[in-house]
Nanobody
Framework: QVQLVESGGGLVQAGGSLRLSCAAS????????LGWFRQPPGKEREFVAA????????NYADSVSGRFVISRDNAKYTVYLQMNSLKPEDTAVYYC??????????????????WGQGTQVTVSS
């Protein structure tokens, strides 16, 4: 069992930055991938970024590549999502997830077994 707790959401103006955190606990993570997904208002949940816990290898959605950075702190069992140059279309509830997908499946929600409760990010224009 894995517990995930997100924090760091809030209201920011377009062009601003926010850093989300996801604190993980409950099991070892050597074979785990931690991912961020988001669900904009009235839309389906979508992949944002993911990081392989052991190697640090990352994967980004095209819509955030170059603006968002995912990273991890092994000692704190925490994953971060640094979001820069935020746009109104980044407004969503952001979810942290944990699973063991193969690299080619890192973007698929069904590959993740554990989810956090979500944190709201609102970007005003």
């Amino acid at each position: 069992q894995v517990q995930l707790v997100e924090s760091g959401g809030g209201l920011v103006q377009a062009g601003g930055s926010l850093r989300l955190s996801c604190a993980a606990s409950g099991r070892t993570f050597s074979g785990t991938t931690l991912g961020w997904f988001r669900q904009p208002p009235g839309k389906e949940r979508e992949f944002v970024a993911a990081i392989r816990w052991s190697s640090g290898r990352t994967n980004y959605a095209d819509s955030v590549s170059g603006r968002f950075v995912i990273s991890r702190d092994n000692a704190k069992y925490t994953v971060y999502l640094q979001m820069n140059s935020l746009k109104p279309e980044d407004t969503a509830v952001y979810y942290c997830a944990a699973g063991s997908p193969a690299m080619i499946y890192m973007r698929l929600m069904a590959q993740y077994d554990y989810w956090g409760q979500g944190t709201q990010v609102t970007v005003s224009s």
